[in-house]
């Protein structure tokens, strides 16, 4: 600061008449600056014996807002010490400004954001709307589930043309993805295998474990939280995106079901193309797997392979695929769901699209314990 | 025109959990009217056309058409009388992965079972009808509001419904073609005797189409009935002169 343009700024205590009174100075260039002093410097000077604040702008070449937020500042510690405030000297139009801001009191609403709430709070309140969202999720469930039997017998309506643009969606484009984490894990696997299997010397079993391995489990699991990230979030996102668009409300008043029209073809291209990705990267899983052991355990590709028919029964896969349509539907649900949740602004689809994630994957971890469980108890 | 009245609300009142949007709200739609609702920002238009067409379900009171409660209802009733209704929504709603022409014939092959070629006549003429013709193979991301507008007016006059619902006409539209669609408004009254309901805050709009009117005050949370807009103009409510003139009375 310094020369013409910077701002200045003096208190000076009234004398004799004037006694009482603190006048403040303004002078110079006010305009929007970091260097702008704050309001509070009148505090120090601020004591018992005066009784009135007067500015005094007469040197003022040049102001904007940040002028009015200072005096607006000094005003407020006026008011809350009950000293009078003589803005007077002021430029006419920065009291007229000042007047239009104090003309509409300020107004004590919350809002939304009434303060974060503590940690306990929040845990409750997180509980509470879990407990709330349980019988919107069963009431949704419902739906789809109503949905479902009036496409059995025909009467749902929806355009092929979506289904298909689904299915080309979540199927051929996601087998970048999932070849690049089937591989990885296939290669994983038969790492740690043949690792313990060596000390028994028993490494052809590595083709036992990845082929058993990937198509029964890892292959349905991998797929599942794979296209639960690719397209669970972009299912919320379109349809949350559509609530906001007011697309939704379109479709339930006139009466048309938006379950039938958006939500069925999701869940049928999903139920059809995460059972073929299980079994896709099954098959990579198993690739990777042979080339661990070709290349670094040196059994012959032939052998790899004959074992790996031996270990592979049909059950296997009926295990995989039923996964991995349970999962797919899981995935639909927990996607559409969040979707039609949604609130109206860009936020309540984001978090929709959060939402729909953590949920298919939560979803997908119940299913998956709770078919582990019973397919080994049934022996299958 | 005689009047018979076509919608009749009865004591509703609207509210979001706690917090009461308007209440009490009586007021009669004859057929043919153009009916306005108004009121200021946040006074719940929106919401008591939500609660009309049943899109929200009010907390108390009944809406009914022709003398048939829409809310006591079952529900296959309710959907034969939404079948009654057209809607134009704010921001036009129209189905994003669709055409403009699969957007205004969704609904009349939901609902009449007509042959296509028979569908795709009536979507051209709508569409002309609105001054869209020969962008039927156009997607809503490429239109402009207004565009989106009058795009969802055919969409909502797919059915010639008997009653229009139209939330804020003309807002976001630049004053030529807000006046242009006032002027289709009137005309598709005029012509087909539809009645209309309008929710805005558009001056212009209130005083040139309306032949009644309610202005719902957002301080009460009440309604305050007007009657037509230019006689609440020149001696109505003191608060609905003060919104119609802009704050210009006292």
Request: hydrophobic share 50%; with cysteine; charged share 20%.
């Given at each position: 600061m310094g020369g013409a343009a910077a701002w200045r700024l003096a208190l000076r205590p009234g004398e004799s008449d004037d006694c009482g009174t603190l006048?403040?100075?303004?002078?110079?260039?006010?305009r929007i600056d970091p260097g702008l002093p704050a309001p509070e410097i009148l505090k120090e000077k601020l004591d018992a014996s005066i009784r009135r604040v007067c500015i005094d702008a007469d040197g003022?070449?040049?102001?904007?807002?940040?002028?009015?937020?200072?005096?607006?500042?000094?005003?407020?510690?006026c008011a809350e010490r009950g000293i009078a405030l003589d803005d007077s000297g002021l430029p006419p139009g920065a009291r007229r400004l000042l007047a239009m801001a104090r003309a509409v009191p300020e107004q004590k609403l919350t809002g939304r954001h009434a303060g974060a709430p503590g940690l306990f709070a929040q845990a409750g309140i997180a509980t509470l709307e879990f407990i709330r969202g349980a019988p919107q999720m069963l009431g949704f469930l419902g739906e789809v589930v109503l949905s479902l039997l009036r496409l059995l017998s025909g009467r749902a309506r929806?355009?092929?043309?979506?289904?298909?643009?689904?299915?080309e969606e979540v199927g051929p484009r996601a087998l970048p993805i999932v070849s690049v984490i089937s591989f990885l894990v296939g290669l994983i696997l038969a790492y740690l295998g043949a690792d313990q299997l060596k000390l028994v010397g028993a490494q052809i079993f590595i083709a036992d474990l990845v082929a058993i391995g990937m198509?029964?489990?890892?292959?349905?699991l991998m797929t599942g939280i794979i296209i639960a990230g690719r397209t669970g979030a972009a299912f919320a996102a379109q349809l949350g995106t559509m609530q906001v668009n007011e697309e939704i409300d379109a479709y339930k008043a006139l009466g048309i079901s938006a379950i039938d029209f958006l939500v069925l073809p999701r869940m049928l291209a999903l139920m059809l193309m995460v059972p073929l990705l299980t079994l896709y990267s099954g098959f990579i899983g198993m690739l990777a797997g042979l080339l661990v052991s070709v290349t670094i355990f040196d059994i012959g590709v032939f052998e790899y392979y004959t074992e790996t028919l031996r270990a592979l029964e049909f059950k296997q896969f009926a295990v995989g695929l039923s996964k991995g349509t349970v999962y797919g539907a899981m995935i639909a649900f927990a996607g559409c769901l969040r979707g039609m949740q949604c609130g109206r602004s860009a936020e309540a689809v984001g978090h929709a699209a959060t939402?729909?994630?953590?949920?298919?994957?939560l979803l997908i971890t119940i299913a998956a314990s709770i078919m582990t469980v019973v397919y080994y108890q049934l022996g299958i | 025109m005689d009047t018979v009245p076509h919608i009749e609300?009865?004591?509703?009142?609207?509210?979001?959990?706690?917090?009461?949007?308007?209440?009490?709200?009586d007021f009669v739609v004859?057929?043919?009217?153009?009916?306005?609702?108004?009121?200021?920002?946040?006074?719940?238009k929106t919401t008591l056309m939500r609660a009309l067409v049943g899109l929200q379900k009010p907390v108390a009171g009944s809406v009914l058409y022709s003398g048939e409660d829409f809310w006591n209802a079952a529900a296959d009733e309710q959907q034969r009388l939404k079948r009654r209704l057209g809607i134009l929504f704010q921001g036009g709603a129209l189905w994003s992965s669709l055409t403009l022409a699969e957007n205004v014939a969704l609904p009349i092959a939901e609902y009449t079972g007509l042959p296509q070629a028979r569908v795709e006549e009536i979507v051209a003429f709508k569409l002309a009808l609105v001054g869209l013709a020969g962008c039927e193979d156009l997607y809503p991301a490429e239109l402009s509001g207004g565009m989106k507008k009058r795009a969802g007016l055919a969409r909502a006059m797919a059915l010639d419904p008997e009653i229009l619902v139209i939330d804020e006409p003309s807002s976001g539209l630049d004053p030529l073609t807000a006046r242009r669609l006032d002027e289709l408004i009137v005309e598709l009254r005029d012509s087909l005797g539809t009645t209309i309901v309008v929710v805005t805050h558009e001056l212009a709009s209130i005083l040139s189409i309306g032949n009644n009117s309610i202005y719902l005050d957002s301080e009460s949370r009440r309604m305050i009935a007007t009657g037509h807009p230019q006689d609440a103009l020149k001696n109505g409510h003191p608060k609905v002169r003060h919104f119609l003139t802009r704050g210009g009375t006292k």
């Open positions: 006048f403040i100075d303004l002078g110079g260039r006010w003022l070449t040049d102001w904007d807002t940040a002028l009015l937020g200072f005096v607006a500042g000094i005003g407020k510690i929806f355009r092929a043309r979506d289904l298909w643009l689904e299915i198509v029964r489990e890892v292959g349905a939402s729909a994630v953590v949920t298919a994957i | 609300v009865r004591d509703l009142s609207m509210a979001y959990g706690d917090f009461i949007v308007q209440s009490g709200l004859n057929k043919g009217d153009i009916f306005i609702v108004m009121g200021g920002n946040g006074c719940g």
